[in-house]
T-cell receptor, first 116, second 110 residues
């Protein structure tokens, strides 16, 4: 099956610093990728749609200047959390859809971000 | 809009059956079901497309009622490994963009 990787798997940073999370589709090209955030015991909340070659589309309530998304190639999307604060601590998961009749969604393993 | 799942939590004994429901207020193209273990990413179970289809995978099956915009996940003869949180994700326009329900926590006891 299709594989999506994320790096790093976990990161601890100090308040005010920025953190970059990478999402790669390893065996297929993804012109679109999605970024989700999940707080403990809650659902996956869609943050934004990452589009190769164009600007990301952010969901309502998500600050685009704080969560910078760059879809650098057909296999790589990055999410940068700028000026991180403790309330940004969460589990960040990317996914890449692959069209096989309908879009099958492949999730990365997730990145656990802790801001101290 | 976020689909609504019910029940919020289920506790079963091994071998018992369970049904998890997912209801949307929007017309749907597809419904995707996932299971997530604590601290891990969601694992894909199955996709159902509009047209009212049913699917089965070992002892886990699902149905999709397009008219009612509802999907149900059926877990039969549950095993300890079935424990986790189940999410339905809905796609309204075959875009790959999924909106997830709030999740149903399933605990299977020996």
């Amino acid at each position: 099956g299709a594989v999506v990787s994320q790096h790093p798997s976990w990161v601890i940073c100090k308040s005010g610093t920025s953190v970059k999370i990478e999402c790669r589709s390893l065996d297929f090209q993804a012109t679109t990728m999605f970024w989700y955030r999940q707080f403990p015991k809650q659902s996956l909340m869609l943050m934004a749609t990452s589009n190769e070659g164009s600007k990301a589309t952010y969901e309502q309530g998500v600050e685009k200047d704080k969560f910078l998304i760059n879809h650098a190639s057909l296999t790589l999307s990055t999410l940068t959390v700028t000026s991180a604060h403790p309330e940004d601590s969460s589990f960040y998961i990317c996914s890449a859809p692959r069209l096989a009749g309908t879009y099958e969604q492949y999730f990365g393993p997730g990145t656990r971000l802790t801001v101290t | 809009q976020q689909p609504v799942q019910s029940p919020q939590a289920v506790i079963l004994r091994e071998g018992e059956d369970a049904v998890i429901n997912c209801s949307s207020s929007k017309a749907l193209y597809s419904v995707h079901w996932y299971r997530q273990k604590h601290g891990e990413a969601p694992v894909f179970l199955m996709i159902l497309l509009k047209g009212g289809e049913q699917k089965g995978h070992e002892k886990i099956s699902a149905s999709f009622n397009e008219k009612k915009q509802q999907s149900s996940l059926y877990l039969t003869a549950s095993q300890l490994s079935y424990s986790g949180t189940y999410f339905c994700g809905t796609d309204s326009g075959n875009t790959g963009k999924l909106i997830f329900g709030q999740g149903t926590t399933l605990q299977v006891k020996p």
